[in-house]
């Protein structure tokens, strides 16, 4: 369980201030003041001054992980009184503290004379746990094999916190179906995630980086109009045909303005997406509908079929059965017979259009910025 950031301002009592971006591009200043200033100041400090506020907590422990003494901090970091905390055990402090670790700590830090760094959780009184970092030393002091161990605790919930969400965001980011890719202004790739790598070439994770832009995306229909967008702070979006050896992609694209914490434009996030699939089942759905609309029409075209032909095969048959017909007779069983021949092709011609304009290719299957 994690506690919130205030919770963890109040326990530690640190006020964070970034001014990183006050010193770029500064150059170093030198230092003021003699060395024997320096020395003089620190022989007139108390140390437990230091001993008392540093760090967020300070414990004293002897091999067994009891707790011989500990600083201020520490009491209100862990949420105990100073009494109790004295009298408390390491394991109680820090989730995962156990026989075998202590003896290698007291093994490595008073035989080995090392430092020892670990990533740990604090337990605190209210049952809350918080991401910590513990430095491990011994007394130098003493230098004896029964040294007390001092444990330096500082806290990382924050930076912990940040690191899981940029994990989280990178693993969301790197299993997506879409291709997400990261370039400079100068249209570079600086990252590009699975899908991306797969789309482009099939390339393997990380074999876009450092490539340009320019191999994949048209420049003058795509990569121009999308980095002038960028450099104004607006998004980009357009669609592309892109050509990979005997298959073709229609590649969606959206590109964003990549700003750092200090709100400098430093790139830009591509999301690069293939509807080559959809885009053939949408085709392949009105050619469906267009037939069935064709066939629907064809009961209706053959009963427009059915009347004129049988007027003129039964003229016909008359003309050639009945050889004394009289001449008026005759002139109209002819009449009959054209009349009937004329609705028969004008049937057929618009059986015919409707032919032609039921195979005709749907319009934009052709695109622009062909690669």
């Known amino acids: ?20 971006s006050l010193g ?13 200033d320096c020395v003089d100041y620190f022989a007139r400090v108390d140390p437990s001054l230091f001993f008392e506020n540093s760090y967020d907590a300070i414990i004293v422990a002897d091999e067994a992980g009891r707790v011989l003494q500990a600083n201020a901090r520490a009491a209100q970091f862990f949420g105990y009184d100073k009494g109790t905390l004295s009298r408390a055990s390491l394991s109680l402090l820090i989730a995962g503290i156990t026989e075998d670790l202590l ?12 430092y020892m760094r670990i990533q740990a959780f604090a337990r605190h009184k209210d049952g809350n746990y918080s991401s910590v970092e513990v430095i491990v030393m011994s007394n130098m002091r003493v230098g004896g094999a029964d040294d007390p161990i001092c444990y330096l605790i500082r806290d990382t919930q924050l930076r912990y916190e940040a690191e899981q969400n940029l994990n989280s965001a990178y693993h969301a980011m790197d299993n997506t179906d879409a291709g997400i890719g990261v370039a400079t202004l100068q249209g570079v790739f600086s990252y590009a995630n699975r899908a991306l790598c797969e789309l482009f070439a099939d390339a393997k994770n990380g074999a876009l980086v450092g490539q340009p832009l320019d191999i994949w995306f048209d420049r003058k229909k795509i990569l121009e109009p999308m980095l002038e967008k960028i450099q104004n702070r607006e998004s980009w979006s357009g669609e592309q045909r892109f050509l990979r050896g005997e298959k073709s992609a229609w590649l969606l694209i959206y590109a964003v303005p990549d700003v750092n914490e200090d709100g400098e434009l430093t790139g830009l996030v591509l999301s690069v ?13 009105q050619s469906v509908a267009r037939n069935r609309a064709l066939m629907e029409s064809l009961s209706s075209v053959c009963h427009d079929l059915g ?3 049988t007027v003129l095969l039964t003229s016909l ?16 069983m ?4 054209y009349e009937a021949a004329l609705d028969l092709r004008r049937c057929l011609q618009e059986l015919n259009t409707r032919r032609r304009s039921g195979t005709e290719q749907p319009d934009g299957d052709e695109g622009e910025g062909e690669s």
């Open 24 to 36: 770029y591009g500064r150059p170093g200043v030198p230092g003021v003041g003699k060395e024997n």
């Open 273 to 285: 997406r293939d509807l080559a699939e959809r885009r053939r089942a949408e085709i392949a759905e």
């Open 1 to 20: 369980m994690s506690i919130s950031e205030q919770t963890i301002a109040e326990k530690s009592r640190t006020i964070k201030i970034d001014i990183r």
């Open 307 to 309: 009347q004129p032909a």
């Open 334 to 337: 002819v009449d009959m017979s």
């Open 103 to 114: 003896h290698q700590i007291h093994s490595e830090v008073t035989k080995n004379r090392r």
């Open 317 to 332: 048959e008359l003309l050639k059965q009945e050889k004394d017909l009289d001449a008026e007779t005759a002139r109209q």
